[in-house]
Nanobody
Framework: QVQFVESGGGVVQSGGSLRLSCAASESLDYYDIGWFRKAPGKERQGVSCISTDDTTYHADFVKGRFTISRDNAKNTVYLQMNSLQPEDTAVYYC???????????????????WGKGTPVTVSS
């Protein structure tokens, strides 16, 4: 089973930027990787998804602000987060499978198989 370690989170002011990393224990050549987030008291949200051919998808609420990318040579997927807003505050996770439909990012993989996540806090 592939293992993930998320990093890059932190505390930033509204309008600031962060770059999250998802480092995998093995090659990501055959995985569609997604970024998801969960805030206290809220359901998890799909944020972004990148396919094996580098096709990318972003949820409507982050389009124009977040960009997902991958570097297979480093077994790593990134999420560049710009123009952060307080509503983006959450723990961010990467998952080994994802898809999109109607602007919604989803996964069939249970969170038990994700990493521990990296917390992002955006102050106003």
């Amino acid at each position: 089973q592939v293992q993930f370690v998320e990093s890059g989170g932190g505390v930033v002011q509204s309008g600031g930027s962060l770059r999250l990393s998802c480092a995998a224990s093995e090659s990501l050549d055959y995985y569609d990787i997604g970024w998801f987030r969960k805030a206290p008291g809220k359901e998890r949200q799909g944020v972004s998804c990148i396919s094996t051919d580098d096709t990318t998808y972003h949820a409507d609420f982050v389009k124009g602000r977040f960009t997902i990318s991958r570097d297979n040579a480093k077994n790593t997927v990134y999420l560049q987060m710009n123009s952060l807003q307080p509503e983006d505050t959450a723990v961010y996770y990467c998952a080994p499978e994802c898809a999109q439909s109607m602007g919604v990012i989803y996964t069939s993989t249970a969170m038990d198989y994700w990493g521990k996540g990296t917390p992002v806090t955006v102050s106003s």
